[in-house]
């Protein structure tokens, strides 16, 4: 399943040059992480989001809790889905769906 995890600061404080040094950590083993398909970052935030493929929620538990930048954010997840799959979707809705008739 893909997943857009959006990672919001749950400190409203500028994080330490200790901190900073975790977060570097654990931006590079999102990148380096094979699950990962993009990491987005939110221009003058602390804040940002991951794009991932995983096969369950408890692989994607793992692969966002056991990352350092878990100890300073909070995550919001969205399955998500290509545009070339929303649009199949809507398609096979369309097929199923009862057509309407025009009231007399």
């Known amino acids: 399943m893909k997943v857009m995890a959006i990672a919001q600061n749950i400190s409203n404080t500028e994080p330490g040059e200790e901190d900073v040094a975790l977060i ?8 380096q ?17 991951v794009i991932c493929n995983v096969d369950s929620a ?3 538990d793992q692969y966002l ?3 350092p930048v878990s100890k300073f954010i909070e995550w919001e997840l ?5 545009l070339d799959e929303r649009i199949n979707t809507l398609e096979v809705l369309q097929k199923h769906r009862p057509a309407k008739r025009k009231a007399a």
Do not use: I, M, P
């Open 58 to 60: 408890e692989e994607l």
């Open 78 to 82: 969205h399955n998500v889905s290509t």
């Open 65 to 67: 809790q056991l990352n």
């Open 33 to 49: 992480d094979s699950r990962t398909e993009e990491v987005y970052t939110f221009a003058g935030l602390w804040a940002g989001a």
């Open 24 to 31: 570097l950590q654990g931006l590079r083993e999102f990148k």
